[in-house]
């Protein structure tokens, strides 16, 4: 093989390589650690309140961790909530028998992926790791209907939105082409009519939302979620 068709070759490989690698660290140990406190922590309240089979499951980051009012927001409905701040979808595929097979439940809603974008994470990657967690479920869940919610423009973190309109696209084309896989546009119903992040809806970190922005996530949501039970 001459040197230049070489030197070529090499540089395909090389970047093949970096297309797939991980560019991302794993968590801290002091992050790891507070995931798998919270985890045992859930597991111990199952221990003493064991929750009911069949219920919907919100699973994902700190939008579900801090939505302290979703029981008298979806009146009616036999949920569990079992989200983790900090969170991003690897996490969610690490613990995926333990904070979401055991509870057997009749239906999954997700919110993560902002944590994701803002620590490096590209849309291609995210994709990949939402397929990856869909499949671990359906290998023990086949029937169970999964809701992806997207990724909100939250004011502090705006100059991610690139990065997250792009992730949102990805993933609602793809979800658009698999069955029961459903997604929730939180992104357009939190922008102000020209477009940029309503400043109304958040706490004062202007990343997490107010009881007026969960109302919104409630609007879009419930319609997907059938009648109460």
Same mark, same amino acid.
């Given at each position: 093989m001459n040197t230049p068709r070489a030197l070529t070759?090499?540089?395909?490989?090389?970047?093949?390589? +970096?297309? =797939?690698?991980d560019p991302a660290p794993p968590p801290s140990p002091v992050l790891a650690e507070k995931f798998e406190k919270q985890v +045992?922590?859930?597991?111990?309240?199952?221990?003493?309140?064991?929750? *009911? #089979? @069949? /219920?919907?499951?919100f699973a994902g980051d700190s939008q579900f961790f801090r939505w302290k009012t979703i029981h008298e927001d979806l009146p009616g409905y036999t949920l569990i909530n079992r989200g983790i701040d900090s969170f991003q979808l690897r996490d969610m595929i =690490?613990?995926? &028998?333990?904070?979401t097979i055991r509870y057997q439940?009749?239906?999954?809603?997700? =919110?993560? @992926? @902002?944590?994701?974008? =803002?620590? @490096?994470?590209?849309? /291609? +990657?995210?994709?990949?790791d939402f397929k990856t967690f869909?499949?671990?479920?359906? /290998? #023990?869940?086949p029937k169970v209907p999964i809701i992806f919610s997207s990724t909100t423009p939250g004011p502090a973190r705006w100059d991610e939105a690139p990065q997250r309109v792009e992730t949102n696209r990805v993933i609602r084309e793809y979800?658009?082409?698999? *069955? &029961?896989? #459903?997604?929730?546009?939180?992104?357009d119903a939190m922008l102000t009519p020209d477009g940029k992040a309503r400043e109304d809806i958040w706490v004062a970190d202007r990343v997490h939302p107010n009881h007026e922005g969960y109302?919104?996530?409630? #609007?879009?949501? +419930?319609?997907?979620?059938?009648?109460?039970?």
């Open positions: 070759l090499v540089c395909l490989l090389l970047a093949l390589i +970096q297309a =797939h690698a +045992q922590a859930y597991e111990a309240e199952d221990r003493a309140n064991p929750p *009911p #089979k @069949g /219920a919907i499951l =690490h613990y995926v &028998d333990r904070l439940p009749r239906l999954i809603v997700m =919110h993560v @992926g @902002g944590n994701d974008v =803002h620590n @490096g994470r590209t849309p /291609a +990657q995210l994709l990949e869909v499949s671990l479920v359906r /290998a #023990k869940l979800i658009a082409t698999q *069955p &029961d896989l #459903k997604f929730v546009d939180l992104w109302l919104i996530r409630v #609007k879009l949501t +419930q319609p997907l979620l059938g009648a109460p039970r």
